[in-house]
């Protein structure tokens, strides 16, 4: 499971976080009932109280995938609530001012704050330029009016960063703002309910207070950098939902009798078995090098975050849709590890930029170079 923290993308700190991540789940109840709010709060304040939630809150993008691919294969809803501490403090990180760093990131990061990135729109996911939300000056401040729709912690938040047209049409115009979670004229419109449990909500804001992050009009950028810095994670939340299906598939075909040997001992489960792996270690590659750039290189790394992105979300789709296969009539049954991670890896391939949107990055980046 990991083996490729030895491969030379990776510094001692690292293999000691994946060892602290691995020990806080071992033997941990993730059990969580139908109360998925309360789950996340708890799951936040522990992680919290661990010091797991720093590298949220750092420019360390091979600890947030090292932390992400351990806590995935363990709880999907553990990697959520930890991934959104990152996403949602991410702008305040890049952009804040030093006022906003210092009220906002200790309290994220020891788990006391629950984070919310608030982009989408119900007219516009993958179109983030082409969003609605008004802003407007009142007095020293601002005020937000609209709506956001899929927003991953928006029932529980206590801080959100949110993105409002200050200015004229596209990219251009767009602003990013700090909003309390208990700001008068915010309110909750609907509860979204998804194949595997997060609380989503629609959002409406009516005249809610706002505090400016960063410059007006430099919003769809800093949002940017925030998805770039963490497109990397969730591919490597991606391989570990792939590597803990790939463990219970060779777990479940070892013991499973088919006549006098067991499933594990036929050729056509060791070739299943096989592509399983060779997608895994293909991920971890791109993933180990799109980390390693970003954290090490100078330059753009939008292509390889890109490239791991797409291939490790694509890849497990396939890995667990075989390990789903491989259990028979048990891997889609209520209650079987398989059956919750096919549920959990659909939305990976949509969130954070759509594996469509991700050829196009690959293509635009691969033009624009031969172009020069």
């Excluded at 990219?171 to 700090?178: L, P, V």
């Excluded at 980390?291 to 890109?306: I, K, N, S, V």
């Excluded at 209650?335 to 939305?347: F, M, N, Q, S």
Aim: charged residues 20%.
């Amino acid at each position: 499971m990991t083996g490729w923290l030895g491969w030379p993308f990776f510094e001692e700190r690292h293999r000691v976080l994946a060892d602290c991540v691995e020990r806080w789940c071992a033997g941990r109840d993730f059990s969580h009932g139908r109360d998925v709010d309360a789950a996340c709060r708890t799951l936040v304040a522990d992680l919290g109280g661990a010091g797991l939630l720093q590298p949220c809150i750092e420019p360390d993008v091979r600890s947030l995938a090292i932390s992400r691919a351990t806590l995935a294969a363990h709880s999907g809803l553990a990697d959520f609530a930890f991934a959104m501490q990152g996403l949602g403090s991410g702008a305040i990180a890049i952009a804040g001012s030093e006022a906003q760093r210092a009220q906002w990131l200790p309290e994220v990061a020891v788990g006391k704050a629950i984070a919310a990135f608030a982009l989408t729109e119900p007219e516009t996911g993958s179109d983030a330029a082409n969003i609605a939300m008004s802003a407007r000056r009142e007095g020293g401040g601002w005020r937000l009016s609209g709506e956001k729709s899929y927003i991953s912690n928006g029932t529980i938040a206590d801080v959100l960063t949110v993105f409002a047209r200050t200015g004229g049409e596209g990219h251009a115009g767009i602003s990013a703002f700090i909003v309390r979670g208990d700001a008068p004229g915010l309110t909750v419109a609907e509860r979204i309910r998804v194949i595997a449990p997060h609380p989503l909500a629609r959002l409406r804001f009516e005249e809610v207070p706002a505090e400016l992050i960063g410059q007006p009009e430099q919003g769809f950028r800093i949002a940017m950098q925030t998805l770039n810095r963490f497109r990397v994670s969730v591919a490597a939340a991606a391989l570990g939902f792939a590597r803990r299906a790939l463990a219970e598939a060779i777990a479940f075909t070892s013991t499973r009798k088919l006549g006098k040997a067991t499933l594990a001992d036929n050729a056509v489960t060791q070739a299943g078995l096989a592509e399983m792996a060779l997608g895994n270690d293909a991920a971890a590659l791109l993933i180990a090098r799109a980390a390693w750039a970003q954290d090490t290189q100078p330059g753009d790394p939008r292509r390889a975050a890109a490239m791991a992105k797409l291939h490790a979300t694509e890849s497990a789709q396939k890995v667990i849709d075989m390990a789903v296969q491989l259990h028979g009539g048990a891997g889609v049954t209520c209650g079987v590890k398989v059956e919750e991670l096919y549920r959990e890896i659909r939305a990976l391939r949509i969130y954070e930029g759509a594996s469509e949107v991700q050829r196009q990055i690959i293509a635009r980046d691969l033009v624009r170079e031969h172009r020069g």
